[in-house]
Structures are given as C-alpha cells and as structure tokens.
C-alpha cells in the first residue's frame, strides 16, 4: 500500500450528527408517527448510505433537504410490510411466486379465530385427551374423494416425498419416462425420489409407454407404480401412456400399490364450470388408485399444504412415519382447509365462495367492460408517460395446472416512445403503495384484469392512480 500524497478534505467529517438531523422540525410528525426508533433508523441508515457514497466517490456534500427526503423515504420504506398486498394482473391466476390461492372469506374467518384463540387441534373433546390432528379435515377429505383414509402435510412436495418414503423406501418406485417432472423451485420427480430412498426405475420413451413397459419392470424388488400429472407441459403427437385403471390392476396383480401425484387436484367438476378439464382426486381413487396427492392452494382454492387421500393401511403407515411429525401443518392452514373442505361439502355454488374458482369463472365480457371503464382514467394517469389501449388477451391457471389452456381476458396495454424502457414502467407500478404487478408482453406492458375482480379492488386500483407520475419519476 503506497501513502497518498495529498489527503483529500474528509467530506464524511462535515455530515450532520444524527442528534441534529433527529431534532429537526420537518421530522417532527414523523416521529408522532413511527415512533423515536423507526426515526432513528432512518436518519442512522441514511447516514451510512451518504457516508459510503462520500468515500469512494466524487461526490458532492448533501443539502439538508436532499437528506431529509432520504430520510423520510427511509422511513416509509421501513413502514411497508414485506408480506403486503400487491395486485396481480400478471394473467396467471394461481400465480406461486404471489402466495397461489387468495382464501375465501370462511377460511379466513377460520384463521382469525385460530391465530387468537387455542383450538382443539390434535385433541379429542369427547375423551378428553391426545388426539390426532387430521381428524380436523380427514373426514371431510375421506367424503369428498371416495377414499378410505387422509393425511395433510405442508405441501404437496411435502405429501409425495411423504408417501414415496413411508411406502417405497428402500425398493424401487416404476414411473413412465415421460412423467419425469420438474415442478418450479426445485422439485424433480427423480430427486425427490432418491431423497425417499427409492430406487428409480423408468419405463417406456418420453412419449410412449405401454402396460407392457411397466410388467417387464416388475419384479421382486418393485415397491410401489407411481404416475405423476405432467401438470406444467403437455407432450403432443404420437404419445401413448397407460391409462389409470391398468396401471392400478398391473400393480395390485404384484402386490404393490399405486400413487398417483396430481398436483393440482380439482374438487369440483371444472367442465361444468365451462373451464377446462382437470383431473379430480376421486376419479384417481375411482380408478383404483391406492394413494393419491394433490396440493391445497392450487384448483382446490385454499392454504398451502398437501393432501394424501387413499387406503387405509397405507396413510396409517404415513401417519405413524418420523417424516409426518417434521412435515404437518400448523393450525392456522387446518383451519384454513376445514373452512374450504367444508364450502365444497356444503355450498350448492363453490365457485362464488371460492376466490380462486370465481376469479378462474369470472366472463371475458365483464372484463372487457372493466378494462373500458378503466381506460380513460389509467390513460390520465400515464398522460406524456405511455400511451394506453385495451387489447384482449388470454390469462392462464398458473402453477402448472392445464398449461396450454388459456381463459379470454382483457388487459390494459402500455406502450412508450421509442427508446424508452418498459421494465422501467413495470417497475413504476410495482412502487404503488400496493405494487401493480403485470407483464410485458409483445411490444407493452399488460394489466390483465382478471384478478381485479371486486369492487373495493378496483376502487384501490383507481385511488393510487394519482401516484404513478411520481413513482415513474422516482425509478428513473
Ligand atoms: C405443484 C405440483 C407439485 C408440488 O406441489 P406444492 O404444493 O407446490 O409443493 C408436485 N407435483 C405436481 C404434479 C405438481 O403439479
């Protein structure tokens, strides 16, 4: 290291003190506001943040205005919660990276009452003693899907690695070529399975399996036939797979069970919903399958978790399994999914109970209305920004439910001047007070309104409207 031969005049040593900043008359609401803490933390980081800046570059000192915007920006900032509310006009419905299925107005109550008071979650009334925890949801699981027995853990990731390890550790688990999945984040059928301790055996070609595939693969030390839903691809052409109730006779004729990972189970029947066919977890036992998984906060509409519907030695031997104990859900999700088990049992119209069926039925018409009442006013809001138009688009499921079927949407469409950046306007409404979030696609960004189903949504929309010329300013 050489020594400098000039020592440039500390610029950092002429900064305001924090007592001096703290004590400022503009701060003076803030501080009733947040608090002496929050205060503090702010003009401390702001601080930091200019004291970093004045070291390594040819910075200019800070006015005291421009220090006091830092700081109250600071403490805004600190003030917005992490887990807050945003919009997703993203077009994907059952959207992972933003918390999949809002919940209904039931389960939500069902959650409030669960978070304030103690519960009887794995505690029988009538014995007055230990209980067991599904009892909470197993029977409504049990008459909703046919099945004989249920267990829910904390997802479905959680159910399947479950099942493969109490089921089929040790031995090997027989699946198609072509159901090799990767689910988002990491979750791949043949890891999962090596971390279930189960010897993979694969059958067949990518496209094509015959029954004859899975006999050849049989032998002594077959543990289980596993079929998982090819839930976020669809192979097309010259395909074959073995339909359910085969694979289901092939594995019962060797003793061995058969799992099937749906993914996203529906409860209800989706075609008479007018949306495309999903496959429902008592079909799957109506074929004869002897375990089933399927997740909660998918079609099904409710909280995060994983569902295990099947026969009853079987889940017996998942309950009693150590990995149950790491893997089960808390009170707040069970009660979440009793109160949405027991919409499906018991409304004649889940799908208006439901936010995420009545988001997935909402009619293409009634968006489309929406987005032209909506186009003056977000056109008034972008005025010099971008220009805006309605263009009609097509939302998805999302969460690698049905992938290629797409539902009629509406969408509000932003384009800008040449060279101008649209990640720049994306990220303007993504610093609304409740972030926009939407996407770009072809040449603009797109507000599918889909999910800005209820009026007091709209009028949340409408409300921070005035704050995008700012926010567009800010993110320059
Ligand atoms: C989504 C999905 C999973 C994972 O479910 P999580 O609830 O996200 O853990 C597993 N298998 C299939 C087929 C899926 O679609």
Redesign the pocket.
């Known amino acids: 290291m050489s020594e400098p031969t000039s020592i440039p005049e500390d610029l950092r040593r002429r900064l305001p003190a924090v007592n001096t900043l703290l004590v400022h008359p503009s701060l003076a609401e803030w501080r009733e506001e947040v608090g002496e803490r929050a205060l503090t933390r702010a003009v401390r980081d702001t601080l930091a943040k200019w004291r970093d800046r004045l070291g390594d570059a040819e910075m200019a000192l800070p006015d005291e205005a421009t220090l006091l915007a830092e700081i109250r920006e600071s403490v805004g900032r600190q003030r917005q919660r992490h887990a807050r509310s945003v919009f997703n006009l993203t077009g994907t419905v059952i959207h992972t990276n933003l918390g999949r299925s809002p919940l209904s107005e039931s389960a939500i109550k069902a959650v409030v009452e669960a978070a304030r008071h103690p519960v009887a979650l794995e505690y029988d009334l009538e014995a007055g003693r230990r209980g067991d925890r599904d009892r909470l949801v197993e029977d409504l699981l049990v008459e909703l899907t046919g099945a004989e027995a249920a267990t829910v853990v904390n997802?479905?990731?959680?159910a399947?690695l479950l099942a493969l390890t109490a089921v089929g550790a040790g031995r090997e688990a027989i699946i198609s070529r072509g159901e090799m999945?990767e689910?988002g984040g990491a979750?791949r059928m043949p890891d999962v399975m090596t971390a279930a301790g189960c010897r993979l055996v694969e059958v067949g070609a990518t496209n094509r399996t015959h029954a004859r595939d899975f006999r050849q693969a049989l032998g002594d030390e077959s543990g289980l036939i596993v079929k998982?839903?090819t839930?976020?691809y669809h192979v097309e052409g010259f395909t074959a797979s073995v339909p359910e109730p085969e694979l289901a006779e092939i594995a019962h004729a060797h003793g061995i069970p058969f799992m099937i990972?749906?993914?996203?189970g529906a409860l209800t029947d989706f075609r008479a919903l007018g949306l495309p066919c999903e496959a429902q977890p008592g079909e799957a036992i109506a074929a004869g399958a002897d375990l089933v998984t399927f997740?909660g906060?998918?079609l099904l509409g409710g909280p995060?978790a994983?569902i295990v519907v099947g026969r009853r030695e079987l889940i017996a031997k998942l309950k009693s399994h150590p990995l149950k104990r790491a893997l089960r859900c808390d009170k707040l999700t069970l009660a979440a999914l009793e109160a949405t088990l027991r919409t499906y049992r018991d409304s004649a119209a889940p799908e208006r109970e439901l936010p995420t069926l009545s988001l997935l039925t909402r009619p293409g018409t009634e968006i489309a209305a929406q987005a032209e009442r909506l186009l003056p006013i977000v056109r008034q809001a972008l005025d010099g920004i971008a220009d805006v138009e309605v263009r009609s688009c097509r939302s998805q499921l999302g969460?690698?439910s049905l992938p290629v079927d797409r539902l009629d949407s509406a969408a509000l469409a932003m384009t800008l001047p040449r060279g101008r950046d649209l990640a720049r306007l994306e990220r303007a409404w993504r610093r609304l007070p409740r972030p926009v979030i939407g996407r770009v696609h072809d040449g603009a960004v797109l507000l599918d309104l889909r999910c800005l189903a209820s009026d007091s949504d709209e009028q949340a929309f409408v409300a921070q409207l005035s704050r995008l010329p700012d926010a567009w300013r800010a993110v320059s």
């Open positions: 997802n479905n990731a959680a399947v999945i689910i979750f998982a839903h839930s976020n990972d749906l993914g996203s997740s906060d998918k995060q994983g969460s690698g």
